[in-house]
């Protein structure tokens, strides 16, 4: 679904893999599998959630896209009937996408704020 249409829930699709610790043959193995394209995606978008303090009771979504060096993160924010939406797109740099989502949610929530009045 293109995310003109739906934003997807935040790190929707990511996989992640819990090892034990001191297994460093397997940690060797499962760090082979790293993608560092996912991992700034995620970084950005749980930032987002973080920042906004979001819950499965709430519209919330976001999409990370990686440009190389860049990112674009598209965030929306609502109240729980889905009366009052926010989608806002900010863009960064990819070595600082937590603090890129961090900053998204500010900028969401102040404005959600606006509409609370």
């Given at each position: 679904i293109p995310k003109d249409i739906m934003i997807p829930a935040p790190a929707q699709g990511a996989l992640a893999i819990e090892i034990r610790e001191n297994s460093k043959d397997i940690e060797e193995i499962i760090n082979s599998l790293k993608d560092i394209e996912t991992e700034i995606q995620v970084a950005a978008e749980r930032g987002f959630l973080d920042g906004i303090n979001g819950s499965c009771h709430i519209p919330i979504g976001a999409y990370c896209d990686v440009d190389g060096e860049n990112i674009s993160l598209t965030g929306l924010y609502g109240d729980e009937d889905g009366n009052n939406l926010?989608?806002?797109?900010?863009?960064?740099?990819?070595?600082?996408?937590?603090?890129?989502?961090?900053q998204l949610a500010k900028l969401i929530s102040k404005e959600y704020e606006c509409y609370e009045g």
């Open positions: 926010i989608t806002k797109t900010i863009n960064g740099k990819a070595s600082e996408a937590r603090e890129i989502g961090l």
